[in-house]
T-cell receptor, first 112, second 114 residues
Framework: QQPVQSPQAVILREGEDAVINCSSS?????VHWYRQKHGEAPVFLMI?????EQKGHEKISASFNEKKQQSSLYLTASQLSYSGTYFC?????????????FGKGTHLIIQP | EAGVTQSPTHLIKTRGQQATLRCSPI?????VYWYQQALGLGLQFLLW???????NRGNFPPRFSGRQFPNYSSELNVNALELEDSALYLC?????????????FGPGTRLTVT
């Protein structure tokens, strides 16, 4: 089951904040977040395991609500370099057995 | 440390032909995943190889196959190419399975079927 990402696209001014959501109808083991710039490979941002943890990476952080099967990616004081397409990838069992099921992506455009 | 490499960068084939795509994982990584990124469809899981064995496959027909070599590099073969096979094919490598992991993606092979 493909996770649902929202919003599909967002345009921000540099310095503004953004939240990208990823929801699944199935119980999840982990949620992975990636960013892909046009013409480039997706780059790993962070992984969150079931247990409702929250992680941070510079001004980018994420949470995973196990009860809601929802993860949110928070981008604080966005920079031009944050532009790209953000994908969440979900895993229903650990150890890589399922591969990752990716959402359709959220296009983020940061304007000066 | 060298990242995941893929070859060729671009591949143009005619409908009905076969395509072979190659992937070399990061040193120390034993798992290789293949994904198809078609326009508007996002990343679709194709195949997972670990320790030389196919461990799982996504919802793709059998004409998508591959293998993993003793050095953990991998090959994806697509037989009887169809126009809708045109896409960016990404491979990703990960450390030995059984624990939380991150996947590191290669730059991809752009396959165009005419």
């Amino acid at each position: 089951q493909q996770p649902v990402q929202s919003p599909q696209a967002v345009i921000l001014r540099e310095g503004e904040d953004a939240v990208i959501n990823c929801s699944s109808s199935k119980a999840l083991y982990s949620v992975h977040w990636y960013r892909q710039k046009h013409g480039e490979a997706p780059v790993f941002l962070m992984i969150l395991l079931k247990g409702g943890e929250q992680k941070g990476h510079e001004k980018i952080s994420a949470s995973f609500n196990e009860k809601k099967q929802q993860s949110s990616l928070y981008l604080t004081a966005s920079q031009l370099s944050y532009s790209g397409t953000y994908f969440c990838g979900t895993e229903r069992s650990g150890g890589g057995a399922d591969g990752l099921t990716f959402g359709k992506g959220t296009h983020l455009i940061i304007q000066p | 440390e060298a990242g995941v490499t893929q070859s060729p960068t671009h591949l143009i084939k005619t409908r009905g032909q076969q395509a072979t795509l190659r992937c070399s994982p990061i040193s120390g990584h034993t798992s290789v995943y293949w994904y198809q990124q078609a326009l508007g469809l996002g990343l679709q899981f194709l195949l997972w190889y670990d320790e030389g064995e196919e461990r799982n496959r996504g919802n793709f027909p059998p004409r998508f196959s591959g293998r993993q070599f003793p050095n953990y590099s991998s090959e994806l073969n697509v037989n009887a190419l169809e126009l809708e096979d045109s896409a960016l094919y990404l491979c990703a490598s990960a450390p030995p399975s059984g624990r939380a992991y991150e996947q590191y993606f290669g730059p991809g092979t752009r396959l165009t079927v005419t």
